[in-house]
């Protein structure tokens, strides 16, 4: 083989690797319960239980690693929560990419409008990861990395979650839009310092 294919076939090998990692790590965090766990959360903060809604956050946050609770905003099909009941019939079908698509333009009425019901419970899918990542809160702050800081963002997270989800149930595109730009502040915010 010349030094080409060599490293093609190096990066191919990478690739597969990285995927089944990737894969292997949302199977295992799907079978002990972590969607579970999210989806009990918002369910509570879709009730108005804010403190049933923190508690039940700390459970999950004790029994999760931060990085596999923030893979919960990736596509489905990578092994995060995706968008709505049926796989593949919203695209993108992922979280993050989600948000950042509704933050960049204020979504055409019928989108908003057919979508209403998985717009909403991805408000509060976002608002219980947003509980899930406060309760875990760095033991002491380090440099710039803060307690307090991490607390305000994941707070922003939550109101942003919450927003979104009054607003996609309105069926209002510009408050979709707005509430969409808040928690993707959020998430750069935090992992600006953070991450
Ligand atoms: C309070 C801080 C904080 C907030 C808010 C936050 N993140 Fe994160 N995020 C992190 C940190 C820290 C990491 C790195 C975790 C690690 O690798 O251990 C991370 C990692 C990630 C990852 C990589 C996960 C993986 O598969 O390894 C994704 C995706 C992600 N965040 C998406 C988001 C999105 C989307 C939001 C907003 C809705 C958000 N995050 C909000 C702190 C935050």
């Avoid at 190096?10 to 999210?38: M, N, P």
């Avoid at 204020?106 to 419970?121: G, L, Q, R, T």
């Amino acid at each position: 083989m010349n030094k080409v294919r060599v490293w093609v076939a190096a990066a191919a090998l990478a690739a597969v690797g990285l995927t089944v990692v990737e894969i292997s790590r949302s199977t295992a965090a799907q079978e002990k319960g972590l969607v579970e766990g999210i989806n009990k959360v918002a369910e509570a903060l879709k009730k108005g239980d804010k403190t049933g809604a923190a508690k039940l956050a700390e459970g999950v946050a004790k029994k999760f690693e931060l990085d596999e609770i923030m893979h919960a905003f990736k596509p489905r099909k990578k092994g995060g929560l995706g968008v709505g009941g049926n796989p593949g019939a919203i695209t993108p079908d992922g979280i993050e990419q989600s948000v950042q698509k509704l933050k960049r333009d204020v979504p055409p009425k019928a989108d908003v409008e057919k979508n209403a019901e998985a717009y909403e419970a991805m408000g509060y899918q976002i608002a219980a990861l947003g509980e899930i990542t406060k309760a875990k809160v760095p033991e002491a702050d380090k440099g710039k990395k803060t307690r307090k800081d991490w607390v305000i963002w994941s707070n922003d997270q939550i109101d942003g979650g919450l927003q979104l989800a009054k607003a996609a149930k309105e069926k209002g595109a510009q408050g979709v839009k707005t509430a969409a730009d808040k928690v993707n502040t959020a998430c750069n915010a935090c992992h600006t310092t953070f991450r």
